[in-house]
């Protein structure tokens, strides 16, 4: 079955610092890869994603994500955190075949201070 | 109105009572979903609906009944709810079914069941 891992619960970075959230996957092919980002009172806002093709792929406000298939990744990252970029952040992995399932990693709650 | 809202944004019911929570996308889509986030939980997709038809159902229990009368309007109708169901509810639309087209989130509708 497929399952996607968060392991950071919760970030805390300086604005201006780089940042790196990890996101592992589990599943026999190769799926679909996303991150989404929710602010707090909105719903879930798309980052960037992976289908195919270049694995680092860009996404909206600066961020960027590479699929590394031999370690089963799909990290994102920021070189330079606005404190407008505090917010949860969730990996998803969607399969290739069948509904647009998506299933979700249980978030990383990233806090930024000045 | 532009994207995905749903309504009511806060819900509080008691264990006997039913309610509906509504969603309404504006986007031409033709697929829509309810997904259920608990806290320090994955986000589960409970529910999809493609051109109308239910495609999908993760093994909801009865309580959660959804209903898709056209495209643009989808309801999950609440009756003897649990304690346990208390979460933010979320609706997400996307142009088709197929795991290639983006999921669209609404805001989201806060249950609690007291």
């Known amino acids: 079955a497929q399952s996607v891992t968060q392991p950071d619960i919760h970030i805390t970075v300086s604005e201006g610092a780089s940042l790196e959230l990890r996101c592992n996957y589990s599943y026999g092919a190769t799926p679909y890869l996303f991150w989404y980002v929710q602010s707090p009172g909105q719903g879930l806002q798309l980052l960037l994603k992976?289908?195919?093709?270049?694995?680092l792929v860009q996404g909206i406000k600066g961020f960027e994500a590479e699929f590394k298939r031999s370690q089963s990744s799909f990290n994102l990252r920021k070189p330079s955190v606005h404190w407008s970029d505090a917010a949860e952040y969730f990996c998803a992995v969607g399969l290739q075949t069948g509904a647009n399932n998506l299933f979700f990693g249980t978030g990383t709650r990233l806090t930024v201070i000045p | 109105e532009t994207g995905v809202t749903q309504t009511p944004r806060h819900l509080v019911m008691g264990m006997t009572n039913k309610k509906s929570l509504k969603c309404e996308q504006h986007l031409g889509h033709n697929a829509m979903y309810w997904y259920k986030q608990s806290a320090k939980k994955p986000l589960e997709l409970m529910f999809v609906y493609s051109l109308e038809e239910r495609v999908e159902n993760n093994s909801v229990p009865s309580r959660f009944s959804p209903e898709c009368p056209n495209s643009s309007h989808l309801f999950l109708h609440l009756h003897t709810l649990q304690p346990e169901d208390s979460a933010l509810y979320l609706c997400?639309?996307?142009?088709?079914?197929?795991?290639?087209?983006?999921?669209?989130f609404g805001p989201g509708t806060r249950l609690t069941v007291l």
């Open positions: 992976y289908f195919s093709g270049d694995t």
């Open positions: 997400a639309s996307s142009q088709d079914g197929d795991p290639l087209y983006q999921q669209f």
